[in-house]
């Protein structure tokens, strides 16, 4: 593996552009189309068997696109999600203010519905029983969103991740431009939309060459953040980038030997079908790799919750 700095103080920008957007709201059939595709395209890659859990996560991105199509999520719930705490919020107080808001746990519902055919049978029971168990799954919901990830069970918690996921993605679509106006970006290291953490750094092509975005792992939604500097501490003196090939690698990781912490970045410049969720997954061997230098992980991948 090798390890280059690549600090660039400013991004590039491209003639004709006249400001760089903050915010890049996701058109969600597109995303959820996309990230269904490229997850059946990795798993055929990687020679998985029949049952495979690529083949599982492309059912479950189907069935998130379903919901778009078949339950979308109405005003007063957008309403309910998007007036939720982002931060600060005990579990007790999150909870309540959960249990008033259904559409997440009809979400969840119907993607139960929709992939315990492709699941282990043992998966199934548990889920089942989850079900017919909504204070037990509400206390689950409410674990994952303040990061308690070892709080709850490894099967349950990225099918109700993605419940909550198209639930918000939904909620911050309803009020995109009120967003736009009223949400600091600046140098958020948590999205400023929902209060997520981020999936990885993206450096788009395109119009928006060489502009780096974080992508939330829970509405979907990318923030800018100028390149070169630490996501998580801002620092810029030791950031470097490692690949196992060379800085023209699509899949790369920036690493901060100020706070020790790494991001994986994603350059859709020079491989525009790259999806940060499904990629991420493809590339865990990089992960493991800068680990053993000492680094750990920023971010969180919603197919693979840590713990
Ligand atoms: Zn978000
Ligand atoms: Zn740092």
Same mark, same amino acid.
């Given at each position: ?10 991004d590039?920008?491209?003639?004709g ?5 903050p ?27 029949e ?11 189907? @069935? ?8 979308p *999520? /109405? !005003?007063a719930?957008?309403? #309910?999600?998007?007036?939720?705490? %982002? ?9 309540k ?9 009809q ?11 492709v ?21 689950s ?8 990830y070892?709080?709850v069970? @490894?099967g ?7 419940? *909550? /996921? !198209?639930?918000?993605?939904? #909620?911050?679509?309803q009020?995109? %431009? ?15 939309c929902?209060?997520?953490?981020p ?5 788009l ?27 998580e501490?801002?620092?810029?003196a ?48 990089l ?6 230098q ?5 971010g969180?991948?919603p ?5």
């Amino acid at each position: 593996m090798r390890a280059e700095t690549d600090i660039v103080p400013l991004d590039k920008r491209t003639p004709g552009v006249q400001a760089i957007e903050p915010l890049i709201f996701p058109v969600l059939e597109a995303v959820y189309t996309r990230r269904e595709k490229r997850l059946r395209f990795l798993a055929e890659q990687r020679g998985e068997a029949e049952g495979g859990y690529f083949e599982f996560l492309s059912h479950l991105v189907l @069935a998130q696109q379903q919901i778009l199509k078949h339950m979308p *999520l /109405s !005003v007063a719930d957008g309403s #309910a999600i998007r007036a939720l705490p %982002k931060q600060g919020c005990d579990q007790d107080q999150l909870e309540k203010l959960f249990l008033a808001i259904p559409y997440w746990q009809q979400a969840f519902l119907f993607l139960v519905q929709q992939v315990k055919f492709v699941v282990p049978e043992e998966t199934r029971i548990m889920l089942e029983s989850y079900r017919q168990n909504i204070p037990a799954l509400k206390k689950s919901a409410v674990h994952l969103l303040r990061g308690n990830y070892t709080q709850v069970d @490894a099967g349950l918690a990225v099918i109700l991740w993605a419940a *909550l /996921s !198209v639930s918000w993605a939904q #909620a911050v679509g309803q009020d995109q %431009k009120h967003i736009q106006q009223t949400q600091p970006v600046g140098e958020a290291r948590l999205c400023p939309c929902c209060g997520a953490q981020p999936v990885a750094s993206l450096v788009l092509g395109g119009d928006r060459e060489g502009l780096r975005y974080l992508q939330c792992s829970l509405c979907e939604t990318r923030w800018h953040r100028v390149r070169g500097i630490c996501v998580e501490c801002g620092a810029s003196a030791h950031v470097e980038h490692w690949t196992f090939e060379d800085l023209k690698a699509p899949v790369q990781v920036e690493s901060c030997g100020d706070c020790k912490t790494y991001l994986k970045v994603f350059r859709l410049d020079y491989k525009p079908d790259l999806d940060a969720v499904a990629d991420d997954l493809d590339s865990f061997a990089l992960d493991t790799a800068v680990e053993q230098q000492g680094f750990s992980r920023a971010g969180l991948n919603p197919f693979s919750f840590p713990g």
